[in-house]
């Protein structure tokens, strides 16, 4: 079993609709978790952060992170075509700045 | 605005050639990395390099070596290219900061024929 796994997709959704991605995870000393997206063709780039457990919302996005489950999510809310790419988690354990990444999730919101 | 480049977009060697991957940050990082990238596998760690002339290797090192001669450069070499090191290769820093936010470059996709 991988430490982190992630469903790869794709995930494909009308525009406008909410949007759920999840990760779960097996280590219990993560600590940070993060989301980044990647378009095609370019780097991942960080999205989302999240210290420890609860939410964090930034504009159509919330991040939840539930460590009693190992489970973490993030939410896009009024999906547009803009935001399809694929879509990694990524945590570690404090003290260590080596994060362990998901596979991605491919998602493609059509018009 | 925080930059992370690599040398090459695109890239195809032949097999046995040695291939030098470079990356250059300009966040005055300490903590620099190199990852490929495969369908349905994911971000693999190459190696990564916490220190000027420092390495350590990652989870698949197998194939690769690295140099890291200054804060700002960090190099990945194949020695000698096989087919099965095609992918698409990501360079990434980060600084000693709590968060571990990794800044990435745009990648080298690479062809070995």
């Known amino acids: 079993q991988k430490e982190v796994e992630q469903d790869p997709g794709p995930l494909s959704v009308p525009e406008g609709a909410i949007v759920s991605l999840n990760c779960t995870y097996s280590?219990?000393?993560?600590?940070?978790f993060m989301w980044y997206r990647q378009y095609s063709r370019k780097g991942p780039e960080l999205l989302m952060y999240t210290y420890s457990s609860g939410n964090k919302e930034d504009g159509r996005f919330t991040a939840q992170v539930d460590k009693s489950s190992k489970y973490i999510s993030l939410f896009i809310r009024d999906s547009q075509p803009s935001d399809s790419a694929t879509y990694l988690c990524?945590?570690?354990?404090?003290?260590?700045?080596?994060?362990?990444f998901g596979r991605g999730t491919s998602l493609i919101v059509h018009p | 605005d925080v930059k992370v480049t690599q040398s090459s977009r695109y890239l195809v060697k032949r097999t046995g050639e040695k291939v030098f991957l470079e990356c250059v940050q300009d966040m005055d990082h300490e903590n620099m990395f190199w990852y490929r990238q495969d369908p349905g596998l994911g971000l693999r760690l190459i190696y990564f390099?916490?220190?000027?002339?420092?390495?350590e290797k990652g989870d698949i090192p197998e194939g690769y070596s690295v140099s890291r001669e200054k804060k700002e450069r960090f190099s990945l070499i194949l020695e000698s290219a096989s087919t099965n090191q095609t992918s698409m290769y990501l360079c990434?820093?980060?600084?000693?900061?709590?968060?571990?936010?990794?800044?990435f470059g745009p990648g080298t996709r690479l062809t070995v024929l």
């Open positions: 390099s916490y220190d000027v002339k420092m390495k």
């Open positions: 280590n219990s000393a993560f600590q940070y």
């Open positions: 990524a945590m570690s354990p404090g003290g260590s700045y080596i994060p362990t």
């Open positions: 990434a820093s980060t600084d000693r900061g709590p968060n571990n936010e990794q800044f």
